[in-house]
């Protein structure tokens, strides 16, 4: 397996489904393609811990179209579309809205993987939300 964040849960999982990834990505991040349609990013996290990151929707160029879409999702998150633990977030060159949750670093292989299960559910929630999917 290559090298990737040293989560001891993400670990045990990804040696549980033989899966690998790229070694040479510039942010050591690990890409788990899920249900052939979710790219999620594992990404090294303060302490020991990792956050699970995927893309919702690309944000529209026409700023008036980019705010109503900022909106609408405030909106929802306020409204609590249905979940607590994810965190929505804008790429830092704002072209891209995500989702990302944080999974404890004592987290063994079955706690990561309920988070990771979690996580697509939001996902998925989102998306729909947005028109995504």
Wanted: aromatic residues 6%.
């Amino acid at each position: 397996m290559n090298s990737g964040p040293a989560h001891q849960g993400f670990m045990a999982f990804a040696t549980q489904r033989g899966l690998e990834w790229d070694s040479a990505r510039v942010d050591g991040a690990a890409v788990i393609l899920c249900n052939e349609r979710y790219r999620v990013h594992v990404r090294s996290a303060p302490q020991g811990a990792v956050v699970l990151h995927a893309r919702i929707s690309e944000m529209p160029i026409d700023h008036r179209q980019a705010d109503a879409l900022l909106l609408k999702v405030m909106q929802l998150a306020g409204q609590g579309l249905p979940h607590v633990a994810e965190a929505l977030v804008l790429t830092e060159d704002e072209s891209e809205l995500c989702l990302q949750r944080w999974v404890a670093p004592d987290a063994d292989r079955l706690a990561f993987s309920n988070a990771l299960e979690a996580f697509l559910h939001a996902l998925g929630d989102w998306r729909r939300a947005t028109g995504e999917l």
